[in-house]
């Protein structure tokens, strides 16, 4: 059975960083794309970025140049780098996975999904 679980979340102030990561276990070669979602409080969960086994990444509007996502093939392990938190970043943050070849950005295309981690960025 893949599962993937989540760690890092946490409390911080606006401006600062904080890294999530994700380890993916159940899967003995590599997940063809990984990624992270968020929801926040009564929000659709959405897409934040993904990345494919060979490093193509995807990443929506609002987080370009603050998140970074990274991946480790032979570890199965996912990472998202988050610099310059805004208080909008507020959420849980959802570690997933897909068995499609190619950058999938739909929740509905994404196999497995971890429990979330909350992310709590204070104005």
């Known amino acids: 059975q893949v599962q993937p679980v989540e760690s890092g979340g946490g409390l911080v102030q606006a401006g600062g960083s904080l890294r999530v990561s994700c380890v993916v276990s159940g899967r003995a070669f590599s997940i063809p794309v990984m990624a992270w979602f968020r929801q926040a409080p009564g929000k659709e969960r959405d897409i934040v970025a993904a990345?494919?086994?060979?490093?193509?990444?995807y990443y929506t509007d609002s987080v370009k140049g603050r998140f970074t996502i990274s991946r480790d093939n032979a570890k199965n392990t996912v990472n998202l780098q988050m610099n310059s938190l805004k208080p909008e970043d507020t959420a849980v943050y959802y570690c997933?996975?897909?068995?499609?070849?190619?950058?999938?950005?739909?929740?509905?295309?994404?196999?497995?999904w971890g429990q979330g981690t909350q992310v709590t960025v204070s104005s």
């Open positions: 990345v494919t086994w060979n490093g193509t990444t």
């Open positions: 997933a996975t897909s068995n499609n070849l190619f950058l999938k950005i739909r929740r509905d295309e994404y196999d497995y």
